[in-house]
């Protein structure tokens, strides 16, 4: 039950964590996440007047993450749990703080955040310059159709940015991942989050995920062109760059 992948469940499970689910990330990652964040924004590679859009963004954090490091481009985050997106509109409205669209810190333009599913996305072929992800894939049931459809609703030139956890390779990162992520995570997440099915889910959707490799894989076989990543995290997480022809 824990491991389902089935689109409603994975909403309620969403719902039912996203209270705690900004300190969890913090918790879980030593506060890296943020920074893992900003890797991602900065390979989005965007010019001023051009629109980015972040799917699967819950809270929105790689959606302002963009919005920080790209000022005056128009980012939009996607996704389908409403209570995921109630807290991305809050903190939406904290930083415009009243006055226009501007960021307090970054200078950039607060996000819009809209009700969505990357398998089937509510926009026009071509119309962003760089379409981001950040620990959303794995969730989706079907994952070469989301990659078609962010492949497909980005500009030709444009970009498409992944971050997700991944498993480590072979060494010290794999044996720490396995006592960290398998074991400490899902008894955090029952201790901090009241919700060990979520991170019992967490550990569990990493492992049946597609390797890095085979992830740029079906970016490639998405039509996607020059697709690259690295590894962050003692290689817990991979971040995907590609470009659409
Ligand atoms: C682990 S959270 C990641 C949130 C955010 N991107 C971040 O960096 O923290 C995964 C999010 O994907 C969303 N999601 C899962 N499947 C989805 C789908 N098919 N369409 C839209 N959103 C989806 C969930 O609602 C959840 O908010």
Redesign the pocket.
């Known amino acids: 039950m824990c491991t389902d992948r089935e689109?409603r469940r994975?909403?309620a499970m969403?719902g039912r964590i996203a209270p705690r689910y900004d300190f969890m990330?913090r918790l879980m990652t030593a506060g890296l996440d943020r920074r893992w964040?900003r890797l991602a924004a900065a390979e989005a590679a965007l010019a001023p007047g051009q629109g980015a859009l972040d799917?699967?963004?819950?809270?929105g954090?790689?959606a302002f993450a963009l919005a920080e490091r790209w000022p005056r481009v128009d980012v939009v985050g996607?996704?389908?749990?409403t209570e995921?997106l109630e807290r991305a509109r809050q903190k939406a409205a904290r930083r415009r703080g009243g006055a226009g669209h501007s960021h307090p810190g970054g200078g950039g333009r607060a996000p819009t955040f809209v009700h969505?599913?990357?398998?089937a996305l509510p926009f026009a072929d071509h119309t962003f310059a760089a379409v981001t992800v950040?620990?959303?894939v794995r969730?989706?049931p079907d994952l070469p159709r989301a990659l078609a459809e962010m492949a497909r609703v980005t500009r030709p030139g444009g970009r498409l940015v992944c971050l997700e956890s991944t498993r480590p390779p072979e060494g010290f990162g794999r044996r720490f991942h396995r006592v960290w992520f398998d074991k400490v995570v899902p008894a955090l997440g029952r201790a901090v989050a009241g919700e060990g099915c979520a991170y019992e889910y967490l550990p569990a959707s990493v492992r049946d995920f597609p390797d890095a490799d085979a992830l740029a894989a079906l970016m490639a076989d998405a039509g996607l062109v020059r697709v690259r990543y690295r590894r962050l995290g003692f290689g817990a997480v991979a971040l995907h760059v590609a470009e659409k022809p």
């Open positions: 689109p994975i909403a969403f990330n964040r799917v699967c963004c819950g809270t954090d790689l996607l996704d389908f749990t995921m969505g599913d990357v398998l950040g620990w959303g969730n989706v």
